[in-house]
């Protein structure tokens, strides 16, 4: 098969790994640690070895591989890249995402180098390292591509300054395997000998667990975190029990020249090394060159978020209209006025702009002021805010209308017009200001309340809209000390809510970094809390294509209100994606299943391609892409269209739905021992595309 060009520079599938204490300290024993580096062993003092990281991209290296369509029968590591920006935590989830970046010819006979390159981050949110894989690809050289540029490390033309020796055991890559890489060749002794070694060879990547150990023991020992890059090139295998030795070169600060030879026959196998080590710079958060509004800027909560905003180099436009505490009156340019100087004081930048939000015109002006001044918006803070609070027979149009002005009105006011500039550029951080009010309720505050909640809504389908734009649109849920809370909150709360304390999550979730979008977050006094609606799994009452009757609902209200495995749905189609699992497979009918026996998705396909009922498809045409993972797993497609279907194997372009899971869920599922809507809430089964029509397998297909 020839390599394909084409995947250059296209997304691969990102990929998750997520591991526990154990996990670390298992790779540690892998490459070698013991009591003489307790840290990399012991969990109460547990530090991770760099070069784990690359034992969290298993995963990403199979697509690598397939995508690229390299011979797996020549292909070897040839080069690897490790770039940390900060340190490994010892638990998490970690994402990694990237593509193939080169592939390079090195001529007819002498191979092919497959480039991929990806980012890491841990569910935090924080860049945790950058990958450089490079796989050589013996058989695949002389299609007429570019050769790779020279990069070979120059070593100094004297002895080195440190020696580090060690010595894998006849047994290590028994152990090393257990941290992800079981390929045969490192385990099986006839398998080594048909791949033409004597025996189970050494995973390069465990070698090279040895090497990082070793190259912080000299360089910087008992600080693993201080490590910044690590890049090799793989030149010979190693027979488990060899003695290594790795040379190492000071070349400047921080950084260092290495190779490592196997200390029994002196051959040189790993070759071209680099490592750059020291202090992580301060890992801080900036907004430097991004333009932000805050509104209602004047005071309060606004205030603090404008002046943090500077300080960490946004320019910003800080509106207020200066009105009093209900909103009445004539407002004044004081207040966005002081706070203006007391950034531009700092040797800040911000502007003034004094409309009100309240109006479309205010909150065109708004946006208008931020484009003349600075040229763009890259963040919003919808935070102006008034209080009319009254109970509900007291409650007037006129308080109603001027709350719901200010807080609803107002955030789309301003937002849609920074929305449209965000769009274009691809970029855009905008928050709503909700309540506590609003979520959980709060006497006299019906009109405070609905309106702040509203916001939650207009948040869920913007957040969708913007989605495509690289737009995260989260709301924040403050408690703080300001004018509107002075009589609200209790006097010893009010001392410790300083509005500083909301203000690093709200400009967290400004930042460039931030993962999220469309979560609610409370913030205040120190404590910082998610919310969500949750949805619990509630019942389906009655008969396919019945009525349910009011007393089925009123002997059902026990698991109809239960919030037991309730969940969070990321948008409606999810909801009604459950909503349709749960008509088509209820749990006990189909636990325990047929039992039809399959071990394959091949299996599966052929099943249900012998099982097409011609006389239901009256009508459908469609394409339905299955795409299951795994050893056992296959990507298909059914054509279904005149009464026909056709099976075939691969990706089609358009699918109509595409099915993803794995292997193991998929024959569990068709076996029947796995119920479709479990798979399907438990994240283990995807579908993309039209949700509804997904909904027809069932009754066109029966095996
Ligand atoms: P604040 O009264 O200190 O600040 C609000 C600012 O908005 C004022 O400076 C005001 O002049 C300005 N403003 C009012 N109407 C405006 C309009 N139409 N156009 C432009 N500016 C206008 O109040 P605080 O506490 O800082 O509140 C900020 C936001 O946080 C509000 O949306 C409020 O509802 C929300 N909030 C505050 C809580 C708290 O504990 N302080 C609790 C929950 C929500």
């Known amino acids: 098969m020839a390599l394909n060009l084409d995947v250059i520079g296209k997304p691969l599938p990102p990929v998750t790994y997520s591991y526990a204490w154990k996990d670390v300290v298992l790779y540690a024993l892998g490459v070698g640690a013991g009591f003489s580096d307790l840290d990399y062993c012991y969990e109460k003092q547990l530090k991770v070895i760099p070069s784990f990281s ?64 990806s980012e890491t981050y841990h569910e935090d949110g924080q860049k945790l390292f950058t990958s450089i894989i490079t796989l050589f690809g013996r058989l695949d050289g002389g299609f007429g591509g570019e050769n790779a540029p020279k990069n070979d490390v120059e070593f100094p033309d004297r002895d080195p300054d440190f020696v580090i020796e060690a010595a894998p055991t006849e047994d290590q890559p028994l152990l090393y395997r257990l941290t992800g890489d079981i390929f045969d060749l490192h385990v099986n002794p006839e398998f080594a000998k048909m791949s033409g070694f004597e025996k189970p060879i050494m995973h390069g990547l465990c070698t090279h667990g040895f090497v990082c150990r070793g190259l912080i023991e000299a360089l910087i020992p008992g600080e693993p975190e201080k490590a910044r890059r690590m890049a090799c090139r793989f030149s010979k295998t190693l027979y488990p029990g060899d003695p290594i030795k790795t040379l190492i070169w000071k070349t400047e600060d921080g950084s260092a020249v290495w190779r490592t030879i196997n200390a029994k026959t002196d051959e040189l196998i790993i070759d071209n090394g680099i490592f750059e080590y020291g202090d992580i710079p301060k890992d801080e958060v900036r907004f430097d060159d991004r333009v932000a509004i805050v509104t209602g800027a004047g005071a309060g909560l606004g205030r603090a978020y404008a002046v943090e905003l500077a300080k960490r180099g946004a320019k910003v436009v800080v509106n207020d209209l200066g009105g009093s505490r209900d909103g009445s009156g004539d407002g004044a340019a004081t207040p966005a006025d002081e706070v203006v100087k007391e950034i531009k004081d700092m040797g800040g930048e911000a502007v003034a702009n004094y409309d009100n939000v309240a109006t479309p015109d205010g909150g065109e002006n708004v946006v208008k002021t931020a484009i003349d001044a600075f040229g763009t918006v890259d963040i919003l803070i919808n935070n102006a805010g008034i209080l009319r609070d009254k109970s509900m027979v007291k409650m007037e149009p006129e308080n109603w209308n001027a ?88 006097a010893e709360m009010l001392e410790k809510s300083k509005p500083e304390m909301v203000v690093p999550m709200t400009l967290y979730l400004c930042s460039e970094r931030c993962p999220v979008s469309g979560n609610i977050y409370n913030a205040g006094m120190g404590g910082y809390s998610r919310t969500a609606m ?134 569990d599922m068709m076996n029947g021992t796995l119920p479709p809507m479990q798979a399907f809430s438990t994240g283990k089964l995807s579908i993309e595309g039209d949700m509804m029509k997904s909904q027809l397998v069932e009754e066109l297909f029966e095996f």
């Open 54 to 117: 690359i034992a969290t991209l298993f995963e990403f290296l199979a697509p690598v591989a397939m995508e690229s369509g390299i011979n797996l029968g020549g292909m070897l590591h040839g080069e690897q890249e490790l770039i940390f920006h900060n340190p490994i935590p010892i638990e998490g989830t970690l994402k990694s995402e990237g593509k193939i970046t080169n592939i390079y010819d090195k001529g007819e006979g002498k191979g092919a180098l497959i480039v991929a390159e």
């Open 403 to 490: 709350v719901m002005n200010v807080h609803l009105n107002g955030s789309y006011h301003v937002t849609q017009p920074a929305f449209k500039v965000m769009r274009e550029k691809g970029y855009g951080r905008i928050i709503m200001t909700t309540s506590a009010a609003g979520m959980y309720g709060n006497f006299g505050q019906t009109n405070y309340g609905a309106a702040k909640l509203a916001l939650v809504g207009f948040m869920n389908t913007l957040k969708l809209e913007g989605q495509k734009s690289n737009i995260k649109v989260n709301t924040i849920a403050p408690i703080a000390a300001s004018r509107l809370t002075e009589d609200v909150l209790p």
């Open 534 to 667: 949750m949805t619990g799994p509630g019942a389906v009452l009655g008969a396919e294509g019945e009525m349910v009757s009011l007393e089925q609902v009123r002997d059902g209200m026990g698991k109809i209100a239960s919030m037991k495995d309730a969940k969070v749905f990321g948008q409606l189609n999810d909801m009604m994606g459950d909503l349709m699992m749960a008509f088509s497979a209820p749990a006990e009918d189909t636990a325990g299943g047929s039992g039809s026996g399959f071990a394959s998705a091949t299996e599966i396909f052929e099943a249900m391609a012998g099982g097409f009922k011609a006389d239901a498809a009256d009508g459908v045409d469609l394409v339905m892409q299955y795409n299951i993972s795994g050893g056992s797993g296959g990507e298909a497609y059914f054509v279904i269209k005149d009464n026909k279907c056709s099976l075939e194997a691969g990706s089609h372009d358009k699918p109509t739905f595409t099915m993803i899971t794995d292997d193991k869920t998929f024959i």
